[in-house]
């Protein structure tokens, strides 16, 4: 099992730019979860999918974030226009069903300058 | 809301010395337990979980926790840590069967294993 995809692994852009971050699920989970970490807030879940259809977004900080999933094998994260408190480390995570556990990609570090 | 509570924010132990680190959360009904463990630099891998059971979980790397209902905690131990534990661990909820699919994770601890 390949296990969680994500990319690219770093990223480095200047603010303004907008940046599209990449995720491949588990194949065969139906649940996929964007986090994001830094040293501040710890890490927090951005919006969680369940059967390609968005079931929380409350995490989004605003309107600059956006997500999809367009198929059971792939989902984006982006974030346009980018700003440097954007700067974070990005995961996707993916689990069988909501409430499983959930298996991390190696993530994205993000910084935006 | 559920909502997880960590202690500790950072721990110092030396190697040999018994690990415990405290989770609390708050739901009053059936949840599923997960404790996660970030090393330096990697994704969050998870340890163990409860789901339902004996309410002494055994995960890798001898790691244990124990589910208390009573107290609403999960706390995570271990006998004799080694430098090779140094890393980050969460520990997260669930309500099973819930609309909420996502797990609540709490701030986590930092644990530093002196050589």
């Known amino acids: 099992d390949a296990g969680v995809i994500q990319s690219p692994r770093h990223e480095v852009t200047e603010m303004g730019q907008e940046v599209t971050l990449r995720c491949k699920p588990i194949?065969?989970?139906?649940?996929l979860f964007w986090y994001r970490q830094t040293m501040m807030r710890g890490l927090e879940l951005l919006i969680y999918?369940?059967?390609?259809?968005?079931?929380?977004d409350s995490g989004m900080p605003e309107d600059r974030f956006s997500a999809k999933m367009p198929n059971a094998s792939f989902s984006t994260l982006k974030i346009q226009p980018s700003e440097p408190r954007d700067s974070a480390v990005y995961f996707c995570?993916?689990?069988?069903?909501?409430?499983?556990?959930?298996?991390f990609g190696d993530g994205t570090r993000l910084s935006i300058l | 809301a559920q909502s997880v509570s960590q202690h500790n924010h950072h721990v110092i132990l030396s190697e040999a010395a018994s690990l415990e680190l405290g989770c609390n959360y708050s739901?009053?009904?059936?949840?599923?337990l997960f404790w996660y463990v970030q090393y330096p630099g990697q994704h969050l891998q998870l340890l163990l979980k409860?789901?339902?059971?004996?309410?002494l979980v055994k995960g890798i790397k001898g790691f244990e926790a124990e589910f208390i209902k009573s107290k609403f905690s999960f706390n995570l131990r271990k006998p004799s840590v080694q430098w090779s534990d140094t890393a980050e661990y969460f520990c997260?909820?669930?309500?099973?069967?819930?609309?909420?699919?996502?797990?609540?994770f709490g701030k986590g601890t930092k644990l530093s294993v002196k050589p």
């Open positions: 194949s065969g989970h139906n649940s």
């Open positions: 995570a993916s689990s069988f069903r909501g409430n499983q556990p959930q298996h």
């Open positions: 409860y789901f339902s059971g004996d309410p």
């Open positions: 999918f369940n059967n390609n259809v968005p079931i929380d």
């Open positions: 739901y009053g009904g059936t949840v599923n």
């Open positions: 997260a909820v669930n309500v099973p069967g819930g609309s909420q699919g996502n797990l609540i």
